[in-house]
């Protein structure tokens, strides 16, 4: 599992957490980029307080906890801001399956990585790891087979990943033990 969170990918949802928010929005979305990931969370939590700022502040909110390892919180967060609707990113789904995949909810990181990598937006380099995320999730889940699958269509579009190669060996020898 890669639990990269690239500079690039940071830079893009902390420019959409920017377009538009307030003070508070920018003040946690500097505590971030300061990695000061405690006390953004602070002030994202006051933000969400605000019907205005709600939705990029519990973005704010599961970026933070996520920094902060504490997966239980990013991926419940995440989850209430995509149900206010905040807007929906290839690097947000990115992070809520990772989220998954340390709490040990392997079909919803799944999920995630599936949805996220299928949106517009996804650059190669987020494609790749979610690609390689869902490979993980589906093998934790004992879902050989599919992983097997995963593995395969990966290994189309990055034929040189020798840690893929070695995964999709092991899948074959499990493909059926589900």
Avoid: H
């Avoid at 538009?20 to 939590?45: H, M, N, P, R, W």
């Avoid at 019907?51 to 933070?64: N, P, Q, T, V, Y």
């Amino acid at each position: 599992m890669k639990k990269r969170f690239g500079m690039v990918a940071a830079a893009a949802l902390l420019a959409v957490m920017l377009a538009g928010c307030g003070t508070k929005i920018e003040k946690g979305t500097s505590l971030l980029k300061e990695g000061k990931y405690d006390q953004a969370a602070e002030v994202f939590e006051k933000a969400s307080k605000d019907a205005d700022m709600e939705k990029e502040a519990l973005r704010g909110l599961g970026i933070s906890y996520y920094e902060l390892e504490q997966y239980d919180k990013a991926a419940s967060t995440f989850e209430t801001a995509l149900e206010k609707g905040v807007r929906e990113t290839p690097e947000l789904y990115n992070l809520l399956g990772i989220s998954y995949l340390n709490t040990g909810e392997y079909e919803k990181a799944s999920s995630c990585f599936e949805t996220g990598s299928q949106m517009d937006g996804a650059g190669d380099d987020l494609k790749k790891e979610m690609a390689y995320n869902q490979i993980f999730a589906l093998e934790k889940a004992q879902k050989y087979s599919e992983a097997k699958e995963k593995a395969d269509a990966y290994l189309q579009s990055w034929p040189d990943d020798e840690d893929v190669q070695k995964e999709a060996e092991f899948l074959e020898t499990q493909a059926g033990n589900e």
